[in-house]
């Protein structure tokens, strides 16, 4: 696993942010800052996890996104936020964690 970003909730709209539609979120570009800091707001109607829109979350780049998912109590399925890009968040702890296999192509 590699470090890839943190992911923070937030009510309030941050210069910069995109809206990912299919989602229903606005999420700022981690890489906009040399921390990975992911600024994320959610729409009302999001379904996702009270949990993933409360809490922060890091995130982790894998090189086999369902090997990694295997064990683990998956939160959110594997999903496509954008092209070449698969995440899935499972729970460690009691926190959210965001799993990501990209395709380098």
Request: aromatic share 6%; net charge negative; proline share 11%.
């Amino acid at each position: 696993m590699r470090y890839h970003h943190i992911g923070i909730p937030t009510s309030t709209p941050k210069p910069g942010e995109s809206h990912i539609p299919h989602l229903k979120i606005h999420a700022t570009d981690h890489e906009s800052n040399p921390f990975g800091i992911q600024w994320m707001r959610y729409d009302p109607d999001c379904g996702l996890p009270d949990l993933v829109k409360e809490l922060p979350h890091v995130a982790f780049e894998v090189d086999d996104l369902e090997a990694a998912i295997a064990d683990e109590t998956v939160i959110i399925e594997p999903n496509s936020p954008s092209p070449g890009v698969m995440v899935a968040f499972i729970l460690i702890d009691g926190a959210p964690v965001e799993l990501l296999q990209i395709d380098a192509s």
